[in-house]
């Protein structure tokens, strides 16, 4: 055999017999994952998540403390949190997004049926190696739960309470994954629900169901119930803007087929300092394209399940949730329509688990065109990241140490920006925007509307009560306080995205 044809058979091969091409690449990912986290800012929402876990009474006070006023379920929050019994300092949730992508790349690559070039080409996707690989969010650990979850089927020998446990898991890591959950649920139903025939008829037949698969099920329903419950953030709070049914219209569905372009097929413009938020520029300049482009992507994905009829159903099932949901209640990023790529990446694995014999060649062609464009959007994305300050938060906390101010009190706002600062150093501040000590951020009813002068003044009342200076920590120019006190400005930060910080000392 030559060369090129051993080589050719070594990065075709779908079925892993052994642990060293896993090992190999996970290893290599993983690297990767270090250099990328050592040179990434974390933003507000990443670092928060880590603040709230850091400072709650225990597990139980993730589900029913300042974590209520976030809008997504705990399984995130809990991950954090043994990750804090190592550490405070701000690199554990660096090390506990490597651990988890690192964990999901090494089963991904041994137990996945795809090719291997294939799986080597998705985690250099631009969702597995940046969006959920490099940036610290929760569908980090949605992506480890469903790698997990098709590692353990077994189509000959199924495990219902182990796959309920994790779907019921999945569920619990964001909104979206519980949609996925949903899905996935739905494509276990052939495994447990058996129709015999008893008679002439299709009517006349016997339903035999698994008591396992009754159990399993009746433990994900209680897990959704959980979901419903405590999740939805009580209001006031931006996280719950309300339902708007009347949204559901012929124009919204298209966004929602344009959507799936987004998040299959995304495309980003090179040394852009806003690559996170310009994740629409190139399809939203050629909307009847892209409109064109989403319905036959929708088509290409269903034929490529065939005739995987409840892969099908669930993974339509899981886009219908998704979709409605970003349509009649909360807005959408990118990170939240990297969903739609990971349900079709377990559909078309559990397809190809059930049917091992069959040419999945349509599936296979579609992924690898779906890895061109996210290696494309990954390495514009990558290098932005490395070239751009993604926050200001991070420089300006390690300034505060330097110069050893972090024990001084810290009087700052808006609190939703604030709050990376504060985070990087693991200092409480005064909020002029609660008149409370805060360490995290918390929607309540207490909370008025920011306001410059408001910060100014509770600043004066604290240096005026304690005779001693305070920081000032905002973004943007403040007015002079009154009554001779002196408001020096000692440090601004430039971040690329909306954090750019201004730290002020104030004094007698």
């Not at 892993?16 to 091409?21: A, D, Q, Y």
């Not at 896993?22 to 603040?51: C, F, K, N, Q, S």
């Not at 506990?96 to 690192?102: D, K, Q, Y």
């Not at 009754?214 to 959980?226: E, Q, Y």
């Amino acid at each position: 055999m030559s060369k090129a044809r051993s080589w050719s058979l070594m990065l075709t091969r779908s079925r892993e017999t052994g642990w060293t091409f896993a090992v190999v690449g996970a290893l290599a990912y993983v690297a990767y994952l270090i250099v990328g986290h050592a040179h990434h800012e974390m933003w507000r929402d990443e670092i928060h998540p880590w603040t709230l876990a850091r400072q709650a009474d225990g597990f139980w006070d993730l589900v029913t403390g300042d974590r209520v006023y976030e809008g997504h379920p705990p399984v995130w929050y809990w991950y954090l949190r043994f990750w804090t019994f190592l550490t405070r300092r701000s690199w554990g949730i660096h090390a506990a997004t490597v651990a988890a992508m690192g964990v999901a790349a090494l089963l991904f690559l041994r137990y996945a049926p795809f090719p291997r070039l294939l799986k080597l080409l998705l985690l250099a996707s631009y969702l597995l190696g940046f969006e959920y690989g490099v940036l610290s969010r929760n569908y980090t650990v949605t992506w480890l739960l469903l790698v997990t979850f098709c590692c353990l089927l077994e189509p000959l020998r199924p495990r219902f309470l182990l796959l309920a446990l994790v779907l019921s898991m999945i569920a619990l890591t964001t909104a979206f994954g519980t949609f996925i959950a949903c899905g996935l649920a739905l494509m276990m139903v052939p495994l447990g629900v058996h129709f015999e025939r008893s008679g002439s008829t299709m009517w006349a037949a016997t339903v035999r169901v698994s008591p396992r698969f009754l159990l399993g099920a009746a433990g994900f329903i209680v897990a959704l119930g959980f979901f419903a419950w405590n999740t939805p953030p009580p209001d006031p709070n931006y996280c719950a803007p309300g339902w708007h049914p009347e949204a559901l219209n012929a124009d919204n569905v298209k966004v929602a087929f344009r959507r799936l372009v987004h998040a299959f097929l995304p495309l980003r413009p090179f040394h852009d300092p806003n690559y996170w938020t310009d994740w629409e520029h190139f399809w939203n300049q050629h909307l009847t394209l892209t409109l064109g482009v989403g319905i036959g992507l929708f088509a290409l994905i269903i034929v490529a399940l065939l005739p995987g009829w409840f892969e099908i159903g669930g993974l339509v099932v899981g886009y219908v949730l998704m979709a409605t949901f970003t349509i009649v209640r909360y807005g959408v990023e990118m990170r939240h329509l990297g969903n739609f790529f990971l349900l079709f990446i377990a559909a078309d694995w559990v397809h190809r688990v059930k049917a091992p014999r069959r040419n999945h060649i349509v599936s296979t062609v579609l992924l690898f065109i779906c890895a061109g464009f996210q290696i494309q959007s990954f390495a514009a994305s990558a290098t932005a990241d490395w070239k751009y300050s993604f926050s200001g938060g991070r420089d300006m906390a390690a300034w505060i140490e330097d110069q050893h101010l972090q024990d001084i009190q810290i009087v700052a706002g808006p609190d939703a920006l604030v709050l990376t600062v504060t985070s990087y150093l693991d200092r409480p501040f005064i909020s002029s925007q609660t008149e409370e000590i805060n360490v995290t951020q918390v929607f309540h009813s207490r909370r008025r509307p920011f306001s410059p002068e408001a910060l100014v003044e509770r600043a004066a009342q604290e240096v005026r009560s304690k005779h001693k200076p305070v920081l000032v920590l905002t973004s943007g120019l403040l007015p002079n306080p009154s009554g001779g006190l002196k408001l020096e400005l000692l440090k601004e930060t430039h971040g690329s995205q909306d954090e750019n910080f201004d730290l002020y000392r104030m004094q007698e």
